[in-house]
Every structure is written in C-alpha cells, then in structure tokens.
Nanobody, 117 residues
C-alpha cells in the first residue's frame, strides 16, 4: 500500500521560508510525477509545483521564483523549498504522486502552512 507522509508545515511570518518534505512508502513505478498541491479555505485545490521522474519541473505562476521543488527518486521523497512567503500562500499543502504506468493518483493527508504576522 502506498502512503505519502508530509512534514515541515507550520506558522511563518511574511517574507519567511519553509521547507516541506514528503516521504513515499510502498511500491510505485519509477515513471511518475511527484508534486505539491494546496488548498486554501473556500478555494479549489491547485497545483503548486510538480517534477517528473525525468526531472521536468512545472510551477504555478504565483510561486515561480519563490519555490523550488526537488526529488530523490532513490529515496522516494519530494521536497518543496518555499521562500518570500506571502499571506496568500496560506493553505493546506498536499503531497501528490501520479503513477504514470498504472495511471493512479496518491495523496498525502496534507500539512498546514500559515503565513501571518
């Protein structure tokens, strides 16, 4: 059974930084896409950043230049380094893996990020 466990969320002041990490346990195929989504209160879940097993990276425009996604395919981990955080970055952040071979999505339970003074 595949499980995704996030860590690293918390409360940070505007302009601060946070690093989110996600550990994937269980069996997934090596061809996959790992990423982070977020959902703010009253809003739909949106993609923040993704990285393929071939290291192609995509960012939502609102975080480009402020966030860096990385992965360790050998360890099955994905991280999101966030800086220059803004109050509008406040949301629950979810780790996501899409297994391309069996076309299946996996989600973590989410970690809260709150940007406030």
């Amino acid at each position: 059974q595949v499980q995704l466990v996030e860590s690293g969320g918390g409360l940070v002041q505007p302009g601060g930084s946070l690093r989110l990490s996600c550990a994937v346990s269980g069996s997934i195929f090596r061809i996959n896409v790992m990423g982070w989504y977020r959902q703010a209160p009253g809003k739909e879940r949106e993609l923040v950043a993704s990285i393929t097993s071939g290291s192609s990276i995509n960012y939502v425009d609102s975080v480009r230049g402020r966030c860096t996604i990385s992965r360790d395919s050998a360890q099955n981990t994905v991280s999101l380094q966030m800086s220059s955080l803004k109050p509008e970055d406040t949301a629950v952040y979810y780790c996501h893996v899409y297994d391309v071979v069996i076309r299946k999505d996996y989600w973590g339970r989410g970690t809260q990020v709150t940007v406030s003074s």
